[in-house]
């Protein structure tokens, strides 16, 4: 069942996604070279913290982290641990924070102190990819109308979407319906109403879509050992343009960092 926000829903989830975008801008901003992906955990663990949130990650599904912290060819879910980001990695941020009830979900890639010029436009054609989805995030549509966009832009640009893994709906919980491919599977597609809030994330590979998962049970990875990159926001579909919840710029000023 698809689960429509009323507008005292929205008071409360409107923070959340904020929060969640203000975590994400001060975790990036912390990557560079010579950082160990736990204590990349460990500063999101205490940001979030700061700001009397809870992460939505640690402990779903028994997850043991508090953001999925993914590296060149890992495509989401990736493990903090003892791993030494290098000069010209790529790393893909996946945040989810719990506050006033609500979920807020976001997440971006970005290069350790700068990267090739591939590398570079993988991150690029993704970010333009979520965006392209987004336009079409319109009351009457389909959510297919968002999955062909951000298909025919990544395809355009020659790289290719990850099948096994798509967006969703949040809100009270972190995998609500409808579910939203960055490609058209072909099946019946829910109409996109008011009310609706959808985290919209195009996961893109340099090489081939296929992907598999590690021993450890949670890391994807590039079945061709290809570079990946990932953005998402989680989105208000309202009765005229799309509302980006997850612009760290709405936290309330009594929760900005002074």
């Known amino acids: 069942m698809i689960v429509l926000k009323s507008e005292r829903d929205l008071e ?19 990557v560079q070279p010579g950082v160990t992906t736990r204590d990349i955990d460990e500063f999101a663990a205490s940001r979030i913290r700061h700001f009397g949130a809870k992460s939505a990650f640690l ?35 996946d945040v989810g924070v719990i506050y006033n009830g609500f979920i807020g979900d976001t997440a971006r890639t970005v290069a350790v102190g700068g990267c090739d010029v591939p590398a570079q436009k993988l991150m690029d054609v993704t970010e333009k990819a979520l965006y392209e989805g987004i336009a079409q995030a319109l009351p009457g549509g389909r959510v297919v109308d968002i999955s062909r966009a951000i298909q025919n832009y990544v395809e355009g640009n020659g790289f290719s979407t990850v099948r096994e893994f798509v967006g969703h709906g949040v809100g ?11 490609f058209v599977d072909g099946k019946s597609s829910p109409k996109l109403r008011p009310g609706m809030t959808l985290a919209i994330e195009p996961m893109v590979n340099s090489g081939l879509p296929g992907v598999k998962v590690l021993n450890d049970g949670w890391t994807v990875v590039t079945q061709d050992g290809s570079l990946s990159a990932h953005f998402e926001h989680t989105v208000l579909i309202t009765e005229s343009e799309p509302e980006i919840l997850t612009w760290p710029e709405k936290v309330p000023s009594k929760l900005k960092v002074s």
């Not at 409360?12 to 912390?30: H, S, W």
């Not at 493990?79 to 010209?88: E, H, I, K, S, W």
């Not at 009270?172 to 960055?182: A, D, G």
């Open 59 to 93: 402990g779903y599904r028994k997850y043991p982290c508090q953001i999925c912290i993914s590296v060149n060819e890992q495509v989401v879910h990736g493990l903090a641990g003892p791993r030494v980001l290098r000069m010209g990695d790529i790393v893909s941020l």
């Open 172 to 182: 009270r919980t972190m995998h609500e319906e409808p579910q939203v491919p960055n």
């Open 12 to 30: 409360a989830m409107r923070p959340a996604c904020a929060l969640a975008g203000t975590v994400l801008d001060e975790i990036a901003a912390f």
